[in-house]
């Protein structure tokens, strides 16, 4: 697929090494179509990081997708430069007179905090109240997802005794909707999570459908209604080695932090870990923008 975003986008030569079609903004105004447009709340620390893993998953689908980074005016992290932020973000204030395709709201590390305690929730709710009339289809992460199933459906999040850390199996609940067409009937997808959100409060309210579940991991995939919105609890995002960073983060840290189960091979930290979610991962990002943001969002924004 054909992603427009800025020219000098560090994430686009990062791209382009790996054969994905990035399409400059020179390029996409000689292609006589309309771009869908989707909009990508960043709310992680490593937030270029997250735009190659983000624009990665995007990237497998012959439509012409015109991104656009968001991020909080309420709370800048420390972890981006300023610079970055200022040349290729904006905020919900800029947007919010515009209309999406779609939206995608990130996980983000503060999911230990009750969600009135975080700095931004405020601006938070306002962007997912304007999505109701503004945005397509949008699409949950991780703690985003979490944060979504509590502003829109009322169900809380509850910590867990350990964090939920590594590639975790799941079965497929609903192989007849279309956002997991093509899923194996059991598939891996990682985790890196402090709290869940409760199967049970979940399959009380009727407009919610779980799709995909673990085990030991809870549940993965969540669909409002008709799509409108969508909760993925894990990163299926990921690179190889985002779950190695973040390990050893933490051990430089002296943090207590568990190995990544099923992650890296005879669970010896020095070796290369083994990619194996990355289709389901595509797979689940293709079908979200076809199904879900193409064929339901009007030509006319």
């Known amino acids: 697929m054909p992603i427009k975003v800025q020219n000098d986008l560090p994430a686009k030569k990062i791209l382009e090494e790996e054969n994905i079609f990035m399409m400059d903004e020179k390029r996409a105004m000689h292609q006589d179509i309309r771009p869908l447009k989707i909009a990508i709340l960043n709310l992680m620390p490593l937030k270029e990081d997250t735009e190659v893993q983000l624009l990665r998953s995007l990237s497998n689908t012959p439509l012409q997708v015109d991104i656009t980074f968001l991020t909080t005016d309420t709370y800048v992290g420390k972890n981006t430069a300023t610079s970055h932020l200022e040349q290729f973000y904006l905020t919900h204030d800029d947007v919010k007179n515009r209309r999406f395709d779609g939206l995608i709201i990130t996980g983000a590390p503060v999911e230990q905090m009750e969600f009135e305690e975080v700095a931004y929730w405020s601006e938070l709710k306002k962007i997912m109240e304007w999505s109701k009339s503004h945005v397509t289809s949008t699409l949950h992460l991780c703690w985003g997802a979490q944060a979504g199933l509590y502003y829109h459906y009322g169900i809380k999040k509850y910590p867990l005794p ?22 194996d009937d059991v598939f891996l997808a990682p985790h890196s999570r402090h709290t869940e959100t409760s199967r049970e409060e979940i399959l009380q309210n009727s407009d919610l459908t779980i799709l995909a579940e673990s085990e030991e991991a809870g549940v993965l995939i969540v669909m409002g209604g008709d799509g409108k919105h969508i909760f993925v609890m894990g990163h299926p995002e990921y690179d190889r080695i985002t779950l190695d960073n973040e390990y050893k983060r933490d051990v430089n840290k002296g943090l207590e932090i568990q190995l990544p189960k099923n992650y890296y091979p005879s669970d010896d930290s020095m070796k290369r870990p083994n990619l194996s979610w990355r289709a389901h991962a595509n797979a689940l990002y293709t079908n979200w923008l076809n199904y879900y943001v193409y064929q339901v969002t009007p030509y006319e924004l």
């Not at 350990?162 to 590639?167: E, Q, S």
């Not at 975790?168 to 093509?182: D, Q, S, T, Y």
Request: aromatic share 14%; net charge positive.
């Open 162 to 183: 350990a964090k939920m850390f590594g590639i975790f199996e799941h079965k497929l609940l609903n192989r007849k909707e279309p956002l997991v067409r093509g899923f």
